[in-house]
Structures are given as structure tokens and as C-alpha cells.
């Protein structure tokens, strides 16, 4: 039993001397609790939808002042205005909101003859939920519509709202690919890059790169290279296989090329980061850790599951600085909408600003040496 106990004790002393494997298992599962549980906190808010109001009359207003009193209520959704429909229907399909309401301009004529009149609600249907919501908002802002009194309450009809849906009916299961893809690279950069560096230091095998004139910048760069080269492979075999299973395809070939233009951009710049994250580290223990804390904490605030929109302030403060946002919102685009190259332009940018910037930051944080 003494025999036992001492080899117990000199594990217990090496557990508690390295504070890497130690306030992991404290801090990580806090910060689990905190991202997850603001990531699904529910209920959708602050769905931004944009109104074309192109009727001057009073129902026109009216509909307005209630829609605006439904969401100052629940806050389901933040409305803006447009003066053009075409615009704002662009705006939807480049996922700039998630519905567009139009008021036509014989709305408040109609509805004071007792006519029937419409209402057209323009839904981004890539994500199903918040499309329900936002209608089951616009229903409840005409139910409180006033009748004229002169009117009679059968020769009134009332609202009925037009739905178009932008796209073909999209499952949850299809709506998760765009997210799958960016967590399918941050998944290949764990296995390549940063994480053979590490293991090349535990081997002693990294020693023989200091016998040639390899330069810290020739080192990192070829290794950024054979990095985004296999995550880049692995990510689009995991994308055909899930557009496999799910029925989603790219729209067309333009929209094939920028997509797996963007997963080896977003490959570059998490192979950066994770230089970044494993330069000082020695004990391949360590790898495991790291890389599933930082997919935590990038993916799930990334819009992924959820809309970014719905998260309290200081969660959506960190989706702005969060990568996989961008990435992310630009491949929805990309695979679920079929948008246009200049709605992804800004996306892209930011993707390659990052892969440009880590890149730099993980040469300059290499050190060549034992």
C-alpha cells in the first residue's frame, strides 16, 4: 500500500506543479457554463427587419405604430426603413435582415372601402426560427388594426400578409453546414500545423531545423503551407459529406470557388492562431486543452446555431472580434442564399485580415531554439 501511495504522490506533485493541466479543469468548464448559456438563452431578440412603407395613409401609419409597439415589447425585432422594395429586398437575400415588410401604396385605400388588403412579408427562410418569429410578430401587430366605425364588420375582410419566401424550405440539419464547414477546418488545424510543431519539440525532432539555415520565417511559413493544404482537403471532404446528407449544394460554380476560397483563408488564419496559442507549449497533454477551449469559445458566439443578433451585449461585442463570425455568416451566404460576390466582399476581407495578421503574429512569436 506504501509502495502504491508513493507513486500516487509523486503524480499528485507533478498534477499540481503544472498549472497548464490544473486550472484548465477549473476555468474551462466556467467558461462553458457562461458562452453556452448566453449563446441558447431561448428566445430570438433583436431580429433586425427593414419596413417599405410606400402608403402614406393612416392604416399605412397605423401598422407601422404597432409593429413598433409589439417590438418595443417582446423585442423581438429592431425594424429600419427603406424607401426602395428592390433594395430592400437585395438587403434581405444578402442577409443584411432577416425579412422585409411592404406596405403598398393602396393599402389604407383598400382598407377603408372595406376591401381586402395585403400586406407583403419578404422572410429569409435560411433559418426557420427566425422566420416564425418574425411572422407570428407582424400577425400580432394587425391584430390590433382599428376599423372605421362607419365600416361594417362584415364588409371588412381585413390584413392578409403575403408571405414569399426567399429560398426552398431549409431543414435546422442544412442550416448547421455553414458552421460544421468553419469547425471542420478549426478541427483540421488541430492535426497539422502548430500541433506538429509541439510534437516535433517533445520528440526532440525540431533540433534538426536548427542544423540548416532555415530562417523562423521559412519554418512557420511551411508549415502554415502544409497546414492549410491538408485542413483545406479535410474540410472540403467533410463538406461534400455533409452537403450529402443534408441536400445542400452550392447554387453555382462561382459560389463553389469562393467557398473553399474561404475555408483555406479561415484555414491560414486559426493555423495562425493556434502558433499562437502553442508556441510556448511543450507536452502534447496540453494540445487537447487548448484546442477545445479556444473551439468553444470562437464557434458557439460565431452565429452557427444561433442567430448573433439574439445575444446580450457583451457576447455580441466578442462575435465582432470572433473570426468564425465572419466566416461563418459568409458561407451561409455563400451555400444557403447563393449571394452575390459583392454581399461576401466585406466577410472575405475580414477572413483574410485575420489570416494575414496571425500569420505575422506566429512568426514573430516563433522562437529558433532548444
Known sequence: MFRAWAVAERDLRKFFRTPALFLPGVIFPIVHLVIMGYSFEGELKRLPVVVVNQDSGPYAVKVQQNLSAVAAGNKTIDIAAEQDEAYARKLTQDGRYYAALIIPPDFSRKMTRGEPAELGLILDNTDAFAARAIEAVVQSALLGMERRPEVKETALPGVRVERVQ????????????????????????????????????????????????????????????????????????????????????????????????????????????????????????VIGIVGGFLNMILYFPSGAVYPVESFPAWLQAFSVIDPETYAVHAMKALLLRGSSTEAVVGDVAVVGLFAVCSAAAAIAAFRRRL
Open 166 to 285: 426567399l429560398y426552398r424550405k431549409i431543414e435546422y440539419i442544412a442550416y448547421l453546414v455553414p458552421g460544421v464547414i468553419v469547425m471542420a477546418t478549426f478541427m483540421g488545424t488541430m492535426i497539422s500545423g502548430a500541433t506538429n510543431l509541439v510534437m516535433d519539440r517533445f520528440q526532440g525532432v525540431h533540433e534538426s531545423y536548427f542544423l540548416t539555415p532555415l530562417t523562423k520565417t521559412d519554418i512557420v511559413l511551411g508549415m502554415l503551407t502544409s497546414g492549410m493544404i491538408t485542413t483545406s482537403f479535410t474540410t472540403i471532404v467533410a463538406t461534400v459529406i455533409s452537403c450529402v446528407i443534408t441536400g445542400v449544394y452550392p447554387p453555382n460554380l462561382r459560389c463553389a470557388i469562393l467557398a473553399a476560397g474561404l475555408i483555406s483563408l479561415t484555414a491560414v488564419g486559426l493555423l495562425g492562431l493556434m502558433f499562437l496559442a502553442y508556441s510556448p507549449v511543450r507536452n502534447p497533454r
